[in-house]
């Protein structure tokens, strides 16, 4: 015979579910708009870099953030923002065929990359551990028409603050 109590937990579950799944879509809708708003309105690269990372901020962990633009004709990876608690001496621009170092995989693959996929990256070659390495971290390309021109990354350092799969 079923529980009844446990049906309607069962349901009241599902249905908190279903609201925090509503909430974070409606919360994703307001920072995209956001977003294009700031881009619109655009006039100061390092202003619009910093409202960015404050919207990312609204939506999850992003104490530790950067943006890398490649400047492909010289070939040159920079860095135009990075708010950093660890590595103050990483920024300077570089070649970036120079490095094998997580920024320049995402820029050269197209693929977003988390940290637990970094280790394997690392066992196979593929990636160098430049930096302190953190908690947890995403790091995404920036495209354009499919061609990838920069790399948008939050990391944390903080024990115990993960990034989920909607992150």
Known sequence: MI????VIQSLQQ???????QHRR???MQTALYEIADAANAVTDLPAFYARLHEIV????????FFIAILDEENGILSWPYHVHEKDPDVWSPRPYKETKDVTVYV???GRTVRSGDAAS???QGQLEIIGTLPEDAILVPLTDEGTSFGVLSVQCYEHGIHYSDQD
């Open 25 to 27: 879509a409606e919360q």
């Open 107 to 109: 820029l050269m693959t």
């Open 3 to 6: 529980d009844q109590s446990d």
């Open 121 to 123: 990256l690392v066992e």
């Open 57 to 64: 901020g609204s939506l999850m962990y992003a104490r530790n």
């Open 14 to 20: 599902q249905l908190a579910e279903r609201e925090q």
